[in-house]
């Protein structure tokens, strides 16, 4: 599930490898493409978490929705990826890689590693870095998407109301999981019965993760149950990073609410809860 720097710097002549760049802040869109064009991992492709990880905003379905399986197949094909592709993600610690590494492998791509440390990792042990563009490719990726591997917001009132016997888990900070503010969404707050696992703990403070035997401690009370994990954040991306940490934790069945929060608020009956 993780690469370091090192290893991905020996794996670079691999023909088979596909490097994206996933760099993005939701304070700056731009941002992302700005910096990938001054400076990038050799060979790696830039994909932007609104244009290419998300599909158009509607009334529903949260800030971020999940791209078309199809579409997003066949961007991947045009940066080269092929059922036998290694797929190494990266981003500079904003939580988007982990967005990639989940869509990738849901809609059929196996070998898909996580850059430990993002970036700065590849910067911290002095490799070169480019700015050349690669060209897109013309491979046709077919997708084999994992629909088991999400849940909608029927699925989560059946959890709220008792019907489906899982485990929701919010994981953004915990002050908006409270409440207590809410910097980005119409209402504060979070879906009854939710436990709160702010993503950015399954960080070191050098933006490397966590080794498996911490993640393992971290949730351990939800690994143990056995019970299906549905998680959610804001719009269904760092969840992404709380999903990629249980996974690490030795998590079997864990489930993505794409449109999170923000999709679940927009449901005037859905109820809300706070502290």
Same mark, same amino acid.
């Given at each position: ?27 700056? *869109? ?49 940066? %080269? ?52 563009? *690669? ?12 629909? %088991?591997?999400? =849940?909608? =917001? ?5 959890? =709220? ?17 409270? %409440?207590?503010?809410? *910097? ?13 696992? *702010? ?6 403070? &050098? ?28 719009? %269904? ?32 009956? &859905? ?5």
């Amino acid at each position: 599930m993780l690469i370091t720097a090192d290893e991905l710097h020996q794996r670079l002549a691999d023909a088979e490898l596909v490097i994206l760049d996933c760099r993005f802040r939701l304070s700056d *869109p731009e941002w992302g493409q700005h910096v990938y064009a001054k400076s990038h991992i050799p060979g790696a492709y830039y994909l932007d978490l609104e244009r290419d990880l998300s599909s158009s905003v509607h009334e529903h379905g949260g800030r971020h929705p999940l791209p078309d399986p199809e579409v997003f197949a066949n961007k991947l094909g045009q940066v %080269g990826v092929t059922s036998t592709s290694t797929v190494v993600v990266y981003d500079s610690g904003e939580g988007m890689a982990t967005r990639a590494w989940w869509l990738t492998r849901y809609v059929g791509i196996e070998d898909v590693l996580v850059l430990d440390g993002g970036y700065q990792a590849w910067l911290d042990g002095g490799f070169a870095c480019s700015t050349q563009i *690669p060209p897109r490719v013309d491979h046709d990726y077919d997708a084999d998407v994992h629909l %088991g591997w999400t =849940v909608d =917001v029927d699925d989560v009132r059946r959890i =709220v109301s008792g019907e489906w016997d899982a485990i929701l888990i919010d994981a953004r900070a915990h002050d908006r999981y409270s %409440g207590e503010v809410e *910097p980005i969404d119409a209402k504060a707050g979070h879906i009854p019965g939710a436990v709160n696992y *702010p993503w950015q703990n399954g960080l070191m403070e &050098n933006g490397r993760w966590k080794p498996d035997y911490i993640q393992h401690r971290r949730f351990g009370d939800v690994v143990s149950k056995k019970q299906p994990i549905v998680v959610y954040c804001g719009s %269904g991306v760092t969840a992404c990073a709380d999903i990629f940490a249980l996974k690490l934790a030795g998590a079997e069945d864990v489930r993505l609410y794409a449109g999170s929060w923000s999709d679940w608020i927009t449901y005037r009956d &859905n109820p809300v809860e706070k502290a």
